[in-house]
């Protein structure tokens, strides 16, 4: 599957900002989904994931309460809506396809399978 991630961008502290991720060439709703964040000079890391139907959504202790992850099986899509930003927040995000989790979310970096090129999030304080 490919991915393409958009929506990135500048915005103030206490500002919102919503990520989209379109998926194409295989079978959406076959991969687990989830996003990552690498800010400069530190590992990539997990932010938030959601099962193939969308019943099961995790997310990293850093931004839970402010970011929600969904998606949209009929438009080949995941969201992932960021609230209340943060300057620490600032990073490219990736999201990414895994196949291999079944009714669950994986949040472990190296088991997804495809990635996304990135979007820059940029939050000022």
């Known amino acids: 599957v490919q991915l393409q991630a958009s929506g990135g961008g500048l915005v103030q502290a206490g500002g919102s900002l919503r990520l989209s991720c379109a998926a194409s060439g295989r079978t959406f709703s076959n991969y687990a989904m989830g996003w990552f964040r690498q800010a400069p000079g530190k590992e990539r890391e997990f932010v938030a994931g959601i099962s193939r139907g969308g019943g099961n959504t995790d997310y990293a202790d850093s931004v839970k309460g402010r970011f929600t992850i969904s998606r949209g099986n009929a438009k080949n899509t995941v969201y992932l809506q960021m609230n209340s930003l943060k300057p620490e927040d600032t990073a490219v995000y990736y999201c990414?396809?895994?196949?291999?989790?079944?009714?669950?979310?994986?949040?472990?970096?190296?088991?997804?399978?495809?990635w996304g090129q990135g979007t820059q999030v940029t939050v000022s304080s």
């Open positions: 990414a396809a895994d196949l291999g989790v079944v009714g669950g979310v994986t949040t472990s970096l190296s088991l997804y399978d495809n």
